[in-house]
């Protein structure tokens, strides 16, 4: 369908023209954003500044809250109902009133009934000729477009309807169409509105599950640190003890060892002596002398025969094998620490095994067997 839009006639020109474009962006400014037409009253203000009709107002809010009850219910939700500003994005909190707590814009309201008594006064002043500002078609001259074509989506005029092209088609008054398609297209932008809210809702949920994943995961970071630290702790303060067991065997036994052969040395070097004394002894020329220092010397000889049965560690006195622990059982249970979940005795709040039951649980089946030497008169009980 083709149509064109005709100027109005050249009597429109001069003063009134520029006044006529004053209203018409005076008029820009009081068209609401949510049903596009000239606010209807009552008009409120935004928190941030932006005016919207209280009925559109309404709609917003009731399609993103659609639990809050009608106004005046007694089961009335108290405070915690929101929209978000269709212009600006803005979250407006509402009281329990809902939008008819928020304020009256008095001055917008007073600037719409002083615009629509100068654009009355301005349009029966104006030549009829002026008022013929609007779409006519171009197959039939001076023949407005006032009806719309349901079966070809389109506006056209009377004449195509009896004698043109769309005498066949399911046609409808235009204004019935524009005044239909205008609160579908009011109703599609209340129910984006609040589709966008809800997005935005889930968007910030989302944004405060990442922060608590965060800080789960660093707490439970540092608490397995601390428990590993601790398990290591329990591993290095055993593995002091163990040591000490070894090297306190290891000292005993050089003790002793160190004690005969200091024992030994001595005697040694008394029978080194008389073997000198004895040398000594056989070459005295006198035979009185001779046979009175012989006498000394073979009474010395004979209890050193006597003391000479040595004492000595008994056969394999050095060997330590013993202090062997079988640690292969533990390995594969530290391997194989896991997460887990329980309250069982030795399971924490969280199901992670406590370290030292673990160490206590394995040494019970590591434990040193030592060996006492059975020349130790003070074994180590």
């Not at 540092?222 to 591993?235: G, K, P, Q, Y």
């Not at 979940?341 to 924490?348: I, K, L, W």
Request: with cysteine; charged share 25%; glycine share 6%.
């Amino acid at each position: 369908m083709n149509f064109a839009l005709r100027p109005p006639s050249a009597g429109s020109s001069g003063p009134g023209a520029g006044r006529g474009a004053t209203m018409e962006n005076l008029e820009k400014q009081l068209i609401c954003p949510v049903c596009l037409e000239m606010f209807s009253k009552p008009v409120v203000i935004l928190p941030c500044q932006h005016n919207l009709c209280r009925k559109c107002a309404n709609d917003i809010f009731q399609s993103a809250n659609p639990l809050w009850q009608s106004r005046g219910s007694t089961s009335m939700t108290s405070s915690g109902a929101r929209f978000r500003c269709p212009s600006c994005r803005h979250e407006v909190m509402l009281d329990r009133h809902g939008v008819y707590g928020l304020q009256r814009n008095l001055l917008v309201e007073n600037i719409l009934d002083i615009y629509r008594q100068q654009e009355s006064s301005r349009l029966v002043n104006i030549k009829p000729e002026q008022q013929q500002h609007q779409l006519l078609c171009e197959e039939h001259q001076d023949e407005k477009i006032n009806i719309y074509c349901l079966s070809c989506e389109t506006p056209t005029c009377s004449m195509c309807k009896v004698f043109g092209k769309h005498r066949d088609c399911d046609v409808a008054p235009l204004s019935s169409v524009y005044m239909r398609q205008k609160t579908d297209l009011s109703d599609g932008i209340a129910i984006l509105v609040a589709s966008n809210d809800h997005v935005q809702a889930v968007i910030t949920q989302m944004e405060e599950i990442c922060c608590t994943v965060e800080e789960n995961g660093q707490r439970r970071r540092e608490e397995l640190i601390d428990r590993l630290d601790s398990l290591v702790a329990v591993l290095e303060e055993r593995k002091q003890e163990l040591v000490g067991l070894i090297t306190k065997e290891q000292d005993d036994k050089l003790k002793r060892v160190r004690s005969l052969i200091g024992r030994h040395s001595d005697q040694l070097e008394a029978a080194v002596t008389l073997v000198e004394s004895a040398i000594q002894s056989i070459e005295e020329p006198h035979m009185p002398l001779f046979i009175q220092s012989a006498n000394v010397i073979l009474e010395k000889m004979a209890v050193t025969a006597r003391a000479s049965n040595m004492e000595r560690p008994e056969l394999g006195f050095e060997d330590m094998s013993h202090f062997v622990i079988d640690t292969d059982d533990l390995a594969d249970m530290l391997r194989n620490i896991d997460f887990s979940s329980g309250t069982h005795r030795g399971v924490g709040d969280d199901g992670e095994e406590d370290p030292e039951e673990v160490l206590r649980k394995c040494g019970t089946e590591t434990e040193v067997e030592v060996y006492h030497n059975p020349l130790d008169k003070n074994p180590q009980q």
